[in-house]
Every structure is written in structure tokens, then in C-alpha cells.
């Protein structure tokens, strides 16, 4: 049994993990993403940083089993967190800005 719930855990590792930051959060409104890695959310990582038409993308390279989190931000300063997969190595975010006021951010984690 255990060997067969291994190989499912190896399996469901190279799955994809979409982490999409709604627009408004505690009526506030969204003004960036950003990812952290640690138990308590201790260093932000500094990935590669591309200006795109509309917005930046920006990719992440860490070792599998790292704790990692995305954080949106809300207007002032208010964090929404949520955990990224243990078994991911490589993230990437889209921040777009849609119109004056209107920003969207997605990470895609495998």
C-alpha cells in the first residue's frame, strides 16, 4: 500500500499549481504579488524580472521540499498568503495592469 501511495505522491509532483490573487480582498484593492519562502514567511525571493507590454513577469527557481508562499497585496499593505507545493522548483508570476486601477497577478508553480 505504501508503495503504491508513493508512487501516486511522485505521480501528482510535476502537477501544475495556478494561484490567481482576486481583484479585491477585505474591500481593499489588489496592487501587486510577490513570493516568500520559510515556515514564517522570512525572506523575500528576488526572481527574474521581465517588463512585458502591460505589466512584468517575473520567474522563481528554488530546491524541491522549500517552503514557499505567494503573498498578494492589497492596498495599503495587506498580505493574502497561500502556500505553494512542496514539490515545486520553478514559479512564475504575471502582474498585469488592465486599466488605471485594475491589476491582476497569477502564479503558475510546477
Known amino acids: 500500500m505504501s508503495a503504491v501511495l ?10 501544475l499549481q495556478i494561484i490567481e490573487c ?3 480582498h477585505q474591500q481593499k484593492r489588489l496592487i501587486g504579488a510577490s513570493m516568500y519562502e520559510g515556515a514564517h514567511k522570512e525572506a523575500e525571493l528576488m526572481g527574474g524580472r521581465k ?11 528554488f530546491n524541491r521540499g522549500d517552503v514557499k508562499w505567494v503573498a498578494c497585496w ?5 498580505p493574502r498568503w497561500y502556500h505553494v507545493d512542496p514539490a515545486a522548483t520553478r514559479c512564475d508570476l504575471k502582474e498585469r495592469g488592465e486599466a488605471p486601477g485594475k491589476m ?3 502564479v503558475r508553480c510546477k
Open 104 to 106: 491582476t497577478a497569477t
Open 6 to 15: 508513493f508512487a501516486l505522491t511522485v505521480a501528482a509532483s510535476g502537477a
Open 22 to 24: 482576486p481583484a479585491t
Open 51 to 61: 517588463r512585458v507590454p502591460g505589466g512584468v513577469d517575473v520567474d522563481y527557481g
Open 74 to 78: 492589497y492596498e495599503p499593505a495587506t
